[in-house]
């Protein structure tokens, strides 16, 4: 019995083959890195998140990906610092692993000075694929002020994608900035972070179908175990969230992330792939390629 590679490379895609059966590529789409820092930007760190209180180096996450059976990563930032994702983009020409780099901009500050961070950031490397703001957290209607309206715009004009991380009660104003912002394409990260420990889908569930209505925007299945009892989860308790965003978004427009190290509060890194695995398990329909990878690929432009 052996393993035949099909070392053809389309659209940075490989397939290991094995008497008929094919594993296909898994790539993350939502990783950090950090050197940590005791500090206001590290302050969302709170009590009983100590596991991330520590420097995570892209050897730890190369480690990881390589011991679950991953092949590609894109690297989120996980401060509001331009710095950041200039290292993150530096590390990413050095290591064909790392696919693509989601960075931060000063969206509230407008057009004007999102181009100009765009460049700054382009002139770092050439794996910028999208740009987030930490909205979470942020009162719903700074979504829609002028500035960032046309901050998120400026993203899409540079051709990135914008990464919403927002939380439930912001979606409808995510939705309305949606429609604002007609250039840009969209990914809802973490589902939104719905309140799994608590076991409430409503009004979650109806918020999503709305920003899902658009079909610019994407949606990130990632973040769920920080957002479930960490000592407590099962695999179960995510299914009614899962089955909601693929009812409202299609095996199109659903991605894989795991979101490690946040993962580590609850769970280690088969864990969250366990859920995501046995989900698309129990829908036949689903090509499981286009969760793990193929829509991926696509919507960030992979080479």
Not at 240 to 264: C, K, N
Not at 271 to 293: L, M, P, Q, R
């Amino acid at each position: 019995m052996h393993l035949v590679m099909d070392v053809r490379r389309k659209k940075s895609r490989c397939q290991w083959q094995r008497r008929g059966w094919i594993l296909q590529e898994i790539i993350d789409t939502h990783n950090h890195l950090w050197q940590y820092e005791d500090n206001d930007f590290f302050s969302w760190i709170q009590e009983g998140m100590d596991v991330l209180r520590q420097d995570f180096s892209i050897n730890q996450l190369e480690q990881t990906l390589q011991a679950n059976g991953v092949a590609g990563s894109l690297l989120v930032h996980a401060v509001a610092r331009l710095d950041e994702s200039k290292v993150l983009l530096a590390l990413a020409e050095k290591h064909n692993m790392v696919r693509g780099v989601v960075g931060w901009c000063d969206i509230v500050a407008g057009a004007e000075t999102v181009k100009a961070q765009i460049q700054e950031l382009r002139a770092c490397g050439n794996k910028l694929k999208g740009i987030r703001y930490l909205s979470q957290g942020l009162p719903p209607e700074h979504l829609l002020s002028d500035s960032f309206v046309e901050g998120v715009r400026e993203v899409g004009r540079a051709g990135l994608v914008y990464e919403l991380l927002v939380t439930t009660e912001q979606l409808d104003a995510a939705a309305e900035l949606v429609k604002q912002a007609e250039e840009t394409n969209f990914i809802l990260e973490h589902i939104a972070k719905p309140p799994i420990k608590a076991r409430e889908i409503h009004p979650w569930a109806e918020k999503i179908n709305g920003l899902a209505a658009s079909p610019r925007v994407a949606c990130k299945i990632s973040g769920m175990v920080t957002e479930a009892d960490w000592q407590q989860w099962k695999p179960a308790d995510f299914v009614p969230y899962l089955d909601t965003v693929y009812e409202a978004f299609g095996q199109e427009r659903l991605i894989f992330g795991s979101d490690w190290p946040m993962l580590l509060v609850a769970t280690d890194y088969g864990g969250v792939k366990g859920i995501i695995t046995a989900w698309v398990a129990t829908h036949k329909e689903i090509d499981s390629d286009k969760i793990f990878a193929g829509n991926a690929r696509r919507i960030y432009h992979l080479d």
